[in-house]
Structure formats: C-alpha cells, structure tokens
C-alpha cells in the first residue's frame, strides 16, 4: 500500500508529465501564431516528449519539489519552482541542439515561460481556490477582528484566518502606532489608525473582538493599549512573544488577556547561571513549601538540580500535591514532604539535625490582613515565634543562607500581620549579626498576583458569581508582582545575600485597586457598574490606602539586577530586642487581650487599631 504522501507525489508527476506535453505543444502554436505548424517541427516535437517529462521530474524531484508542504508554500517554494524551470529548459536547450534536432529558438523562451506558470499553478492551485472560492462556511457568524500591530506577526495571523475557511474570526482592520502605516494595506486589511483610534474604529467598523498582535510589546505598552480597549464592548485578546520562526500556527498562540498583562511593567529577569551554582548538588528547605509562594520556589528551586528538596509545610494536602507534581517532572530528584509546625520547635530540631538543610527560605506565614486583626495573638506565634525557631536553629545547624519572605506591610505597619512580618526582619538582621557562619537576609514585595488569599482571585470569583466586586476605598493603591517574580527576587536575594539586608523589588507605579477591578470586569467581558456592580465598602481595620516599600532610614543600594535594591539594616540593641520578644511571644502564647500593644513595644513603627476577638 502506498502511503498518502507518496500518491500525492505521483499524482503530482503525473501532472508535471501532462504539463511537459500542453507546454511543448502551445509553446509551438504559439511560435507560428496558431497556424499549420511545418512537419519539420511538428514530428520531432512528439519524438522528444518522453525525453522532456523524464528530464522535467528528475529535475523537479532534484530540487525537492514533490515532498514539500504546499499549503504553507511561500516566496521561497516559488523560487525553486523557477530555478528547475530554468534548468530544465537548459537540458532541453542542450540536447536537443546536440541531437540536432530542428526546433525554433523562440520555442524555448515559450516553452520556459509556460511551463514554470503551469508548475506554479499546480502546486498552488489548492491555495488559489481558497481565496476564490472558499466554500462551505460554518453556520456560526465570524467575529468581526482588529488588530494592534501591523508588523510580521499580525501579517501571518490574517494569511492563516483568510487560508482558512473554517476560521472563527474575519479580521477587518488594523490599528498601528507608526504613522507612516495608516491608508495602507496588509495583506488586503486596511490600516486605519493608533492605539487611540480603537474606540471610534471598534464603532466604525463594529468590532467584536481585539487582538493585540505586538509580541515584542511591553508590559507597559500592552497596559496602555488595553486602556482604549477596554473603552470599548470588545472581546480583547492577546498574540504573546512567540519564536522567531513561527514553527507552530500563530492563530494558535492567540489567547485571553491575563491579569499579568495588566501589571503595566517589564518582568524581572534572574540570573540562571549564578544561582544554579548557588543551588546545585545542596539540601535546601522551603517552609511553608505548600503555599502560593513557597510552592513557586520549590517548582523554580529544582530546575538548578539540588541534591535534595525538604518540602515542609502544616498542610498535608498542600505538600503531597507539590510533592507529587514535582516527582512527576523529575523523578531523579530527592524531593521530601514534611509535616510540621514552625511554632513546634523540637519538632524543627528533628529535620534539622537528620537533614542538615544548607539554603533555607523561610515562607511559612500567617499573611491574611483581617483575619489576623481578629487573631492577632495567632499571627505572634505563627510568625514571630516561627521565625525565631527557624533562624535559630539555621544557625546552630551551620546553614549557609537563610532568607525570610516578608512583605511591603513591614513599613511603618498599621495592622498586626505587617507588625509581625517586621519583627521578623529584625530577628534575622539581628541574627545575622551574632551568626558566624550564617548569611540572614530579607525579601519584601508587594501583593502577589493570584496569590491564595489575595485580591484578584477574590474579585474573579465574585465577577463569576454575577458581583458586586467588593473595594474597600476607591482611592486605594496596591503595588503588584507576579508569583514567578516574588519567587525570582527570593532566589536573587539569596544569591545576593552577605548578611542582614532587605531586599526590595522595583514594582514600577502602584495599581489603584478600583482600576483593576474595572479592568478584571471588562476582562471578563461584561460592563463595569452596569453588568457588574463595585461597591464601596470601606477601609478594614488596619488596612492603609497607600503601601510603602522602604522605611527611610533603611536608605537604598543598587544590586546588580537594575530591578533589586538593598535596604540596610537599622541599628538597635540586640539583647534587649531579645529579651522583648522572648516576653511578647509568652504573652501571644497565653492568648492575652493586650497584644497589639505589647507588639508596638517592640516595633515602635506599627500603629495599630483595637479590634474584638
């Protein structure tokens, strides 16, 4: 049996046969303007034909013109077509003349024209028919499209819907920021303006559905464009940075606009190279490695291939399904799940001493903002007493590098998790000064995208259930990364470490939170206080409208990343920061009414409010 791309290949010798005979045959009419043609020409011109299509497919097939894929055929595969053309007509040239075989010298001009035409219809005669006749439709309206961007990408995104009859969309017009462009035309799609026109051309041109098709565009570029978009009722969609040769369909690749793309900012970059030497062939443990952010790590921390990962968390669902998902993806690892408390410290010196971790991150946390208010006696002894156990036995243990997560809510904090997350910076700045042998540092960020109890999951599900979305003050502004990028500043951080620094991320302007929930509404498409309502519904306790990233006098240090800077420690007096935690987690530990005060005792920044337990 023969397979289906040799019958193609034969069919299309067949053909290439039948064009050598037409060819030769109208190339001699042609010659004597479609009159008698004299014997002398006419007989040899029947003898020579079995020569010509024996020369006219090896030719052919030397140039490897029976085994290409004609419905992606482009430039190139035309260009071959003429270069056999040429040669083939060469070969004829040559024998017949040293055969002496009587034929008129305007018949090879005629000849070579013809036959290189009628290879290039054969060959592209099924893509030809598609743009005459596309036939049958599916009954399904298409959506009427606009592009943003009318570069190579958006070129090859309109050949493959208009090649492709079944295709769900019809895209009409194009909106490019190069003036130069509008007037014009690609690939038949009319230029009709910039970033600014979308709005009167999604009306003009009624408009269902946008695409942005800059692959190379910015964070902050695409934020900017999605601003015209979302004045508009159009769906709005996304072409992401692709590879250079669009080995896969670009139609493919289009895909819903995500809440990362409205981050509005460059992602930060890591330097693979260095923290896979700082990683590689070491026992690191994550606490809390079953959370948002401690399961990133885990996910990023074996691609630098450690020697071993101790995955330890309270959760035992959490860290069984992070386990299991990175045994799947590299079974060659050791990867161990811990069940366990960071408040529970005989139950750390166990690990501790059996597997004797050299990189710690430190991720285990009580982080909800209002639950912690109502409990605040939980957030001392989950985070404060948590971290103390940790750093400490890090140090007894000779561990390499320890490095806390912590959070913009540190500085000057006006609510108790804040509170405690800066107490925690101090007890590693301070542990990195007693530490011999220990280097103790700080992250801080700002709200992780997507993050188990952060905002936007909270508004994607109240837009599914119909809204309200919920926003505590419309003025109020948040400072925004994505998970992957908390978790490359942590790496970074470590790397960067020598003792005792916060290390902050630039998160460009801060999002006003009203805005996003707009945003996050149109996303979905619907209509924002009109589909979906957004109500006001005040400032919670110890909640700030404006977050903040650095205390003063903690002062600002470039690293070698342009998008971390250093905060340095400030100076206290260790022993007596001691002696005040050691009491302020005996008290948390008798559940006292009073904790929030004994916690402003120590951290003399926070300003806090009384809440009901």
Known sequence: M??????RAIMLAAADALIVILSAVLSLKLRFNF??????????????????????VCVLRFFRLYNRVWSYASVEESISIFKASVCIEFLFIVYRTLFQIPTPRSFYIFDGVLIFLLF???????????????????????????????????????????????????IVCIVDDNKNKKGKYLRNVPIVGAREDIPSMVQRYKIDEIIIAIPSATGEDI??????????????????????????????????????????????????????????????LVTGGGGSIGSELCRQIVKYKPRRLIIFDIYENNAYDIQMELQRHYPELDITALIGSVRDYDRLEKMFREYRPQIIYHAAAHKHVPLMEVSPNEAIKNNCLGTLNVAKLADEYGAEKFTLISTD???????????????????????AK?????????????????????????????????????????EITRFFMTIPEAVSLVLQASLFATGGEIFVLDMGKP?????????????????????????????????????????????????????????????????????????????AETNGKHIKEKTAQLCTTYRYTICKE
């Open 120 to 170: 290039l219809a054969a060959r592209f005669s099924r893509r030809i028919q598609k743009q005459l006749l596309p036939g049958k439709t599916t009954d399904r309206v298409r959506k009427r499209t606009m592009l943003v961007g009318a570069g190579s990408a958006a070129s090859i995104l309109i050949q493959e819907t208009q090649r492709d009859s079944n295709s769900e969309r019809n």
């Open 434 to 474: 007693k530490s011999a042998h220990t280097q103790y540092a700080a992250v801080r960020f700002g709200n992780v995208l997507g993050s188990n109890g952060s905002v936007i999951p909270l508004f994607l599900k109240q837009i599914d259930e119909g809204g309200p979305v919920t926003v505590t003050h419309k």
């Open 223 to 284: 934020k900017g464009i999605l601003e015209f978009c979302h004045e508009t009722n159009a769906q709005v969609r996304i072409l992401p940075a692709i590879a250079k040769g669009f080995t896969e369909s670009v139609a493919g690749l289009v895909r819903e606009v995500r809440y990362e793309d409205l981050l509005g900012r460059a992602p930060v970059k890591v330097n693979q190279t260095g923290i896979g030497e700082f990683i590689g062939g070491k026992t690191v």
């Open 2 to 7: 023969l397979g289906k791309g040799r019958k």
């Open 511 to 587: 999002v006003k939170i009203y805005e996003l929930a707009e945003n996050l509404i149109r996303m979905k498409g619907y209509k924002p206080n009109q589909d979906i309502m957004i109500e006001i519904v005040g400032l919670r306790p110890g909640e700030k409208l404006y977050e903040e990233i650095l205390m003063d006098e903690e002062g600002l240090t470039k690293t070698a990343n342009e998008m971390i800077f250093v905060g340095h420690p400030i100076a206290m007096d260790e022993d007596q920061f001691f002696d005040q935690l050691d009491d302020l987690i005996r008290y």
């Open 35 to 56: 009159y008698t043609v004299p014997d002398l020409f006419w007989d040899p011109l029947f003898y020579c034909i079995p020569v010509d299509i024996v020369i006219a």
């Open 409 to 431: 809510k540190a500085v000057r904090p006006t609510n108790i998790m804040g509170a405690t997350k800066r107490i925690c910076e101090m007890i590693i700045q301070s542990y």
